[in-house]
């Protein structure tokens, strides 16, 4: 069975914001008006693919399951902020910073970020009772400059034993549903 998900987002923004010298709660005496344009964009994108496969051995007394995948996730964000205050006139609100005496100091703001992963795992169950399985992930990130975090692999091993499924606990089943013993690592 293949599984593909993936999704697109983006964002654009604007905002205006004026503040009128005479309302003392938004500005004050010394700094008079203030105006304000605010503008952002940024995206989003990410994926899922896995591959499964499944199979059962010997009459079902073996059931085999093995997966293997990728997922990524990808963003980017920029924005950029002008003001000016001490406007000679609150006519033209945010439309016109030029009228501004002062300007205030542009601010801007960049970043991205992605995330990529690869994995695999099997499980392996005997009489429908005994579990292993075991997998490998791999996980990227550029965004660390320490060249030994930008990837790490990461396996792991988990074996389960369904107790109660053992004939001798046929007699506990009114009581006792399911009982499962797990270790991991």
Known sequence: TLSVS?????????????RPADIYYWSDEETGNHAYITYSDSWDWAGDGHLDWRHSFANGALQSEFTAGGAFYSSSYYSNR??????STALFEHYNLGAGT????????QYDYSL????????QTLLGRYSLTAGIRRDSCPRFEDETLKSGIFPFAAAKWTVSG????AATRDIIKELDLHASY
Not at 6 to 18: A, C, L, Q, S
């Open 166 to 169: 053992e004939s001798w606990m």
């Open 116 to 123: 990529w992963s690869v994995y695999a795992r099997t499980t």
């Open 82 to 87: 002008v003001g000016a205050q001490q406007m």
């Open 6 to 18: 993936g999704n697109y987002r983006t964002v654009n923004f604007k905002n205006t914001d004026f």
């Open 102 to 109: 002062q300007r205030i100091r542009p601010e801007s703001d």
